[in-house]
């Protein structure tokens, strides 16, 4: 089943930056990244399984020579780019959002009841160990890297790191290239802030969290699904109409071309929850709504090539 996954590509996005990609993004194909600095690797994100995170090491090894990894920083909690947090080492500094810390505990190695067929590894979860609430800037070698928290967008405790100097940005997954957005864990109001917040940088070139690298006309696609998720909401939930219903009777349009369109009935769930006025970000029943994603594919798990 894996047989149509190119292997990860390292793409160096500007001087001394480079982007881990592992296409095409679908569900478990994560990005990272890493800044080679004079000294010290600073690496953004980890990989799902144990083995996907050591191909990042060595990646990183091959890249960075003798420079070790000092600081790691994690986008969001989960498990795609969490997991391999352990396989950095215990010398490490990683930083997230302090809600990221906190779901990384409370999440655990969940993921894995949902995909057993995976070749998860020895996943020690390791969450971030130096957290902040609205912004940070930390220091790849001179170059100043801006942490900036952007949910609830796709989780509850998205960060975005940006590069001035570089206009360069690593967006997490606020931002797919090529995949359906995703807003089970957060919100698709936030996300359409979000959107805005990350168009106001003025970026010259984004790494997603998932699929190839981009530039901010990916933007105008992602406020176009969020929107469309939002009008085909509101006219479902005033006939009340269940998601899963809903969602068999709407036609994507041109967003049936983005990988992973089963998201849909998990994102108008999400947006049901906001036009009953609960607040953004609120936990939601995961369970039944994977459930429901299950029931549109025909009864097929989403496909995790990780
Ligand atoms: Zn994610």
Redesign the pocket.
Known sequence: MSNDIPAPQLQEVSDGIFAYLQLHGQWGL?NAGFFVGADSVTLIDTCFTVSRSQALAAAVRDTAGDRPVRTLVNT?H?G??THGNSVFGPGVTIVGHELCREEVIATGVGTKAIWPYVDWGDIVVTPPNVTFADRLAIYAGDLRVELIFAGPA??TNDIIAWVPERRLLFA??TVFSGGTP?AL?GSVAGSLDTIATVRALGAETIVP?HGPVCDSAVLDGIEAYFRFVQDTARAGFEANTPPLDLARATDLGRFAALHDSERLVANLHRAYSELRGEAKGIALPIMPIWADMIAFNGGEMPRCLA
């Open positions: 994560n969001h989960h795609d780019h796709h989780t997490g997954d995703f864990f969290g």
